[in-house]
């Protein structure tokens, strides 16, 4: 399984990005998806995930109203919108593939055996 994250960069405080992860290398039926980021001297946290068959989310309560995570069967790709960031939202934000998503909580923070390489996501003014 290969995890390709995209569309990182540099926004104000208020803009949007949109956060791309290609998955590719097995059928991702099973699969729960999600967004974790981890910010310098912080623990990676989980900011939403979405279960590939049926598109169940959860959302951390930090990005809840503001993020929306969304598959595209098709293109075999998870997005992440990210409206209204603020600078705490700063981070490296990873894409990664639970491959027994659905025998696992959506709000679980384990199982997570396959990870893309990171994309920064910096809000500054």
């Known amino acids: 399984v290969q995890l390709q994250a995209s569309g990182g960069g540099l926004v104000q405080p208020g803009g949007s990005l949109r956060l791309s992860c290609a998955a590719s290398g097995h059928t991702f039926s099973s699969y729960t998806m999600a967004w974790f980021r981890q910010a310098p001297g912080k623990e990676r946290e989980l900011v939403t995930a979405i279960r590939w068959n049926g598109g169940s989310t959860i959302y951390s309560d930090s990005v809840k109203g503001r993020f929306t995570i969304s598959r595209d069967l098709a293109e075999n790709t998870v997005y992440l919108q990210m409206n209204s960031l603020k600078p705490e939202d700063t981070a490296v934000y990873y894409c990664?593939?639970?491959?027994?998503?659905?025998?696992?909580?959506?709000?679980?923070?384990?199982?997570?055996?396959?990870w893309g390489q990171g994309t920064q996501v910096t809000v500054s003014s």
């Open positions: 990664a593939a639970n491959p027994y998503g659905n025998a696992t909580p959506l709000e679980s923070r384990s199982g997570y055996n396959y």
